[in-house]
DNA sequence: GTGGTCTAGACCACC
DNA sequence: GTGGTCTAGACCACT
């Protein structure tokens, strides 16, 4: 059962933090058709939010068509986001592992990092600077 | 000079996705203190963005001490957010490089790649499940 | 400017009765790209519903790509629902007026009218039956 | 026999969609004062839908008078909506028919087709605009 | 002034 | 018990 947790300081939305964390667990296969969502009520009490912005996010999900709501049963996981096999995201995972390990041994902090993944994958290069 | 680019459907908030792209150019070391950001009329014509929205997102760099505003001359950055040395981050950069063309060659989605991230640094694992 | 209609008494939800209105005021050409509609608060005002009530539709709206919002400006029109070319719309709405006096004539109602439509379009045959 | 159809996806309470179904069957002739109603298990097994559902579309149609429950014997439509003569209705939805298929050539999907009908019914009309 | 989000609490429909 | 909708009112971000 996926756990959300919320990020306050963040400056995004809770409810679409909570709609990533969505999108990211079916990403990474925590996630499968079929599986349930916890209830509104759960997240309300485990993620102290509003039961409104719980719905909203559910229903913002629903409307993207990757789950789906059953009044009076629950919300199920309906739809997939395509990554690799299993055993290529291992691979690759395991690739990431050992980078992060030594970019943090380098003394980088999480945001560095991201900030990192964040220019290559925007295809911005130390040379060419910003633009 | 940077070069700001809003992503209107993100939900962040431009102002803060302007001061998340200072930091990260900063980090990155393509901006060093002494450097001058563009002024505000400029970043208006070049994001489309309120002068307003500029104007707060270089109040929050000032508060954190990132940047400085010299009447009548600009702003410009006085801080730094340290990664590690450049030789370093040369090579650090490289093998993200490579680690992400990997990815993609397996089709990986920028989303997924993001994603995988996240789940390392978090220390989430495939085979914890989500807690 | 498009002027929303509630019934109350409908048993669709208010909000998707907003949503519905549009799609058809798009779908008749009503409304183009480019086109605002009122704000929330002036929908508030002429259709007694709630503002948030209202943003729930325009924000459903929005991520169908119907439309677009543009805080502090308003909110826009940007897709369309394709129908035919203006001549042949025009000609078979006239066809359509006339086999609705000719329906009304016969002492048919706008339910009846509705449901006889109703049954054509799910295929629903006289001699059949309802199967 | 009368056969239920849901759609989940419509927003209309399928309690709603039942009791309309039996109200457009009466009006197109296919239900008669006498016919008897499909006993709520049957409708359970048939729609998938829950047998509290069911009975209180029932309650709903004894209300407006248009079906009786005779305890033990099942519950049959007492009451009527009255249409034109079959010969008229036959004609009028001939006609209906051609138009429809008129209409799908012409590239009208069945929610245009509704929409159009909609703004006949409701005496909107395309040079006046919405209002 | 614009739309957007969050909270609170109520009621409904469904299982 | 489940999710869904509506109301009310507050605050934020943007133009």
Redesign the pocket.
Known sequence: MIEFRLDRSSGL????QLVTQVQEAIRMGWLRAGDR?P????VVTSAT?????V??A??EL?LIGLVE???????FVCGSLGTADAATMARLRGRLVRWVEASRAAGLEDDDVRALLNSVLTGLDSSTGVA
Chains 1, 2, 3, 4 share one sequence.
Do not use: I, S
């Open positions: 939305p809770p409810y679409l969502l209830t509104v009520r759960e939010v509003n039961a409104n912005t719905a909203k559910y229903r629903a709501a059953r009044p009076g049963a629950g919300t």
